[in-house]
């Protein structure tokens, strides 16, 4: 049983960025106003997540560390689309088979959590804590007992690199939660909950209203939405590139490529501004057999894409330049 959980540990999980995607998925679906997320080495040290969401129960606590045993059919319809599901009641398992992994919980209706303790898959403790209502987990030594998996593992700032610009992404999303991400001890962003995207957008870049502008571009079943910085806030060398397609968090040339051209007519070749863009495009566009735990994506017909792309973005900034 232990050898199916790391076996599936290597659909879910290939990096760090991987853990925290499935755990501040679940912090969410929990209901959690507050995530804490705090990193020792880009994650392959130590990765803590803590939330204030409904917590579980020690028998609930106990059933989530097997497999399959998710709690959820689909109410959460927004979190489906935006972000991708693809492992339903195997996240908690297959992470715990791959680390040294700790989870304690505490429901509202309990004066006292529980929290369970394993090493690579084997469970080692159970034992009663006092602990705030809600859930943490930790993972600690991704991948020490898996050495064909702690080899593939990047330098710790491309490691932190995804995780941060998914988190940049989900603190978008879901802008009425607060989100506190730290690093070696150091604290990295504390976005509190707003009102609306824009206004955590602005807040994440720092942007006063005259900085960016709203994305909202439809042509057929092609659809660009989201928030990009306006000209004068373009740099050569971008550290805020986010994007999304299908609902997908996703690192693509394409859509990279078609920005930066839509900039070339405005600016300087090279020069891209922050930017958080949801693409959708017609399902039989782009390749879904993309494993889930991957951020790539396959488009067919890269041309037409990074063309819809480069149309949309330079209509946007046009439009709120003139
Ligand atoms: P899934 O999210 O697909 O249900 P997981 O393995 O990620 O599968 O989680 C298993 C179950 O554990 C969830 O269905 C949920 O009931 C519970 N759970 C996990 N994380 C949390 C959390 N942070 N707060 C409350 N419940 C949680
Ligand atoms: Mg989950």
């Known amino acids: 049983d232990e050898l199916i959980n790391q076996i599936k540990a290597g659909e879910v999980v290939e990096r760090p960025y991987n853990v925290i995607k499935e755990l501040v998925e679940n912090s969410i679906d929990a209901g959690s106003k507050h995530i804490s997320i705090e990193l020792l080495d880009g994650g392959k040290q130590m990765i803590r997540i803590a939330d204030d969401g409904y917590g579980m129960s020690a028998k609930n606590l106990s059933l989530a560390l097997e497999r399959h045993a998710t709690s959820k ?12 599901f693809g492992f339903r009641g195997e996240a908690l398992p297959s992470i715990a088979s791959v680390s040294h ?6 429901p509202h209706d309990q004066d006292l959590g529980r929290e369970i303790t394993l090493n690579c898959g084997k469970r080692i403790s159970e034992k009663d804590v006092s602990t705030s209502v809600g859930t943490t987990v930790q993972v600690k030594d991704l991948f020490s007992g898996v050495p064909v998996r702690l080899k593939f593992l990047k330098s710790t700032a491309t490691e932190f690199a995804h995780i941060h610009d998914f988190l940049t992404a989900v603190s978008l999303a879901f802008y009425n939660i607060t989100f506190r991400l730290s690093h070696n001890g150091r604290e990295v962003f504390n976005y509190k909950a707003k009102n609306s995207s824009a206004d955590r957008f602005t807040e994440i870049f720092n942007f006063n209203a005259k900085d960016f502008t709203e994305i909202n571009y439809t042509r057929g079943s092609f659809k660009l939405t989201g928030f990009i910085g306006l000209p004068h806030t373009a740099k050569t060398t971008p550290s805020h590139f986010i994007t999304f397609v299908n609902g997908r968090y996703v690192k693509d040339k394409i859509v990279r490529t078609g920005v930066i051209q839509a900039y070339q007519g405005l600016l300087l070749k090279g020069l891209v501004a922050p930017a958080i863009i949801f693409v959708e495009v017609d399902p039989s566009w782009v390749d879904v057999n993309a494993h889930p735990s991957k951020v790539e994506v396959r488009f067919y017909d890269n041309a037409v894409i990074q063309d819809l792309i480069y149309i949309g973005i330079q209509n946007t900034l046009k439009e709120a330049i003139h």
């Open 73 to 84: 059919i689909s109410q959460f319809k927004d979190l489906d689309t935006l972000l991708s």
């Open 101 to 106: 992994f700790s989870i304690k919980s505490r």
